[in-house]
């Protein structure tokens, strides 16, 4: 190898399909340069030395970023970038998650209900196959079809009856399928009766 010719990259990552908590792994090998003389970049920003999901080897004839515990954060663009004084090449490669992952497409919102109300709180999700539906509500305990809540993945969400003070709080949306899975929060704040004017 000289060095005193323009960097190329002649083994480009390739892009990757996951599932959440996965890991992936990207290979970049160059010519014209050392394996020092490779960065990767996530999304276009540097990768943080200091984060324990990504991990820089460096081999024989390239570099390896290996990307793990992955969730939607690291999803994106990467590229390997290699810059000398002779001229700089980059190669980018994406990583996504599989195809019918479950992705919430209407999410719930943050709700102000008047006590004795009836409420209802989205959580539509695609995925392949068809993701299930599970509620936690704000004591941690899994939500139940009963005179009192009903969900419903026909309907996309969950309706509470008859809310009263004991119903507010924080509740959340998980959607999994065999792929993986997906959570949303969402706070109820219940106004009572006599404070509403």
Known sequence: MSLSETPQITKLPKTVSV??????????????????????????????????????????????????????TELGVYQCVVRTNQGMDQAPAIL??????????????????????????????????????????????????NGKTITSLDAGGMTIFDVGPADQGWYRCTRSNWLGSVTADVYLDVIGKANFV
């Open 19 to 72: 599932g959440t908590l996965g890991a992936a792994e990207f290979k970049c090998g160059v010519t014209g340069a050392t394996e020092s003389d490779i960065t990767w970049l996530h999304n276009a920003q540097p990768i943080p030395k200091d984060n324990p999901k990504y991990m820089v080897q460096i081999g024989r004839g390239g570099v390896q970023l290996l990307v793990t515990d992955i969730t939607r």
């Open 96 to 145: 996504k998650f599989r195809e019918g992952f479950p992705i919430i497409t209407r999410g719930p919102l943050n709700t102000t209900a008047i006590e004795g109300e009836n409420v209802f709180m989205s959580c539509v999700a695609s995925g392949d196959p068809t993701p299930t539906m599970m509620w936690i509500d704000p004591g941690g305990r899994t939500v139940m079809n």
